[in-house]
């Protein structure tokens, strides 16, 4: 059995390699040859980076006439696999979170573009919420289309802030009926007992308490305690989860035993809002501790591993680019809280590879400005693919860094 598992992995490689060279893939190559081009390094995040990855995003809600955002932009599939190559449908989970991105920048540059943006992003979402008040998992149309509490509560993160700015009562009920719809699933523990994803892992995981913080934002906005008390015992739950090194334990989409730096860092977000929303100073040492662990992990050149077995041995060779976006501005949000030389470098470094493997022009609209899923580009997270997601984590760490550089220099 050994001898034959052997014999179809040599030839899935050499089939896959001969794919390289199909003319379909002539621009997953040209992202390879790039990457091999020039060896990593930190690159200092500046505007011209932001504003490319904003454009990515628009041209990302542009490749379809819904109002919502692709989820990404894939170059290249794997051999004897039907996904689709090239803009994917737009995606609910997302586009939700991109709104308070999106409507930031237009306050940073005078934007109104994207202030027009976020609101067919957030009417959209409108448009699709399911009758019991929540939102479906995967892209638009993906089967079979159900409710799920992680999806849900990043959708309230662009409810509540389009109600913010735009003051329409079609947004402020959907997103009560959205927040009412995650108490539904929740225990007394914290803990989501249903409303599962169909697209990942049953069962309750850690990094939902970044669901919780788009529950806290919503009571603060709301004046509803229950929203804000549900979001404490939220994080009361992932809290449970970290073990004393700073690792969390069920906090993967599929693999708990090696979690995505992606899902570290939902953990991370969620954790530290709830802790300045509520100023909670447990939530506030839980950040710290991860973040104390994850420092000398991260090499000079900036890349840290995108997945962490439990002792923090890296349990792949490539990074998860939107997981060192996503670390990067907690490091950050974490300087200007403590004032601790040793986040800011972290967060520079990390924010800093990632600025190295955004290619600016690379001639293609879908990968132009993009963030990629993985470095390398052959990496198992989001293969191949560029990932609104992941410009979105960049884009708000970006304007993290551009904050505290504009304070530092006034």
């Known amino acids: 059995m050994c001898l034959v598992k052997s014999l179809k992995t040599i030839a899935r490689s050499t089939l896959e390699l001969v794919n390289t060279y199909h003319p379909v893939n002539a621009e997953a190559r040209k992202i390879v040859w790039l990457e091999k081009r020039t060896p990593p390094s930190v690159v200092v995040p500046s505007l011209k980076h932001l504003k490319a990855a904003i454009a990515w995003l628009k041209r990302a809600q542009d490749s379809n006439d819904s109002g919502g955002v692709a989820w990404g932009y894939r170059t290249r599939r794997p051999v004897r696999t039907a996904r689709p190559l090239g803009w994917i449908s737009a995606y609910p989970e997302t586009t939700g979170y991109i709104i308070p991105t999106m409507l930031r920048f237009s306050d940073l540059e005078g934007d109104e573009d994207c202030l027009h943006r976020a609101y067919r992003m957030a009417h959209w979402e409108l448009s699709i919420q399911l009758a019991d008040g929540g939102f479906q998992g995967g892209i638009l149309g993906a089967q079979p289309v159900a409710s799920t509490t992680f999806v849900t509560g990043q959708v309230l993160f662009g409810l509540?802030?389009?109600?913010?700015?735009?003051?329409?009562?079609?947004?402020?009920?959907?997103?009560?009926?959205?927040?009412?719809?995650?108490?539904s699933c929740l225990d007394e523990t914290g803990r989501f007992v249903r409303g599962y994803s169909h697209f990942c892992a049953p069962g309750a995981k850690a990094y939902e308490v970044r669901t919780g913080l788009a529950l806290a934002e919503l009571g603060g906005i709301l004046g509803d305690q229950r929203f804000v008390s549900s979001a404490s015992r939220i994080a009361d739950y992932a809290l449970s989860r970290q073990q004393t090194n700073g690792w969390f334990r069920e906090n993967d989409l599929d693999d708990h035993d090696q979690p995505l730096t992606h899902t570290i860092g939902y953990a991370l977000e969620g954790l530290h809002g709830i802790g300045t929303e509520m100023g909670r100073s447990d939530c506030f040492a839980a950040v710290q501790r991860?973040?104390?662990?994850?420092?000398?992990?991260?090499?000079?050149?900036?890349?840290?591993?995108?997945?962490?077995?439990?002792?923090?041995?890296?349990?792949?060779?490539?990074?998860?680019?939107?997981?060192?976006?996503?670390?990067?501005?907690?490091?950050?949000?974490?300087?200007?809280?403590?004032?601790?030389?040793?986040?800011?470098?972290?967060?520079?470094?990390?924010?800093?590879?990632?600025?190295?493997?955004?290619?600016?022009?690379?001639?293609?609209?879908?990968?132009?400005?993009?963030?990629?899923?993985?470095?390398?580009?052959?990496?198992?997270?989001?293969?191949?693919?560029?990932?609104?997601?992941?410009?979105?984590?960049?884009?708000?760490?970006?304007?993290?860094?551009?904050?505290?550089?504009?304070?530092?220099?006034s």
Not at 162 to 182: Q, S, Y
Request: proline share 3%; charged share 20%.
């Open 160 to 183: 509540s802030a389009a109600f913010k700015r735009f003051c329409e009562e079609p947004v402020r009920t959907a997103a009560i009926r959205g927040g009412e719809f995650l108490l």
């Open 290 to 409: 991860t973040l104390d662990q994850i420092t000398p992990l991260i090499r000079e050149d900036g890349f840290l591993a995108g997945r962490w077995h439990e002792d923090w041995s890296p349990a792949v060779s490539w990074a998860c680019l939107t997981g060192s976006a996503q670390i990067a501005g907690v490091f950050l949000r974490m300087y200007r809280q403590t004032g601790m030389q040793k986040y800011y470098e972290a967060g520079l470094k990390l924010l800093g590879f990632v600025c190295f493997t955004q290619d600016l022009e690379v001639g293609v609209p879908g990968l132009d400005g993009g963030i990629r899923g993985s470095y390398p580009f052959d990496g198992d997270y989001g293969q191949w693919s560029v990932l609104n997601w992941g410009n979105k984590f960049f884009c708000d760490s970006v304007m993290d860094f551009l904050e505290l550089r504009g304070e530092a220099e």
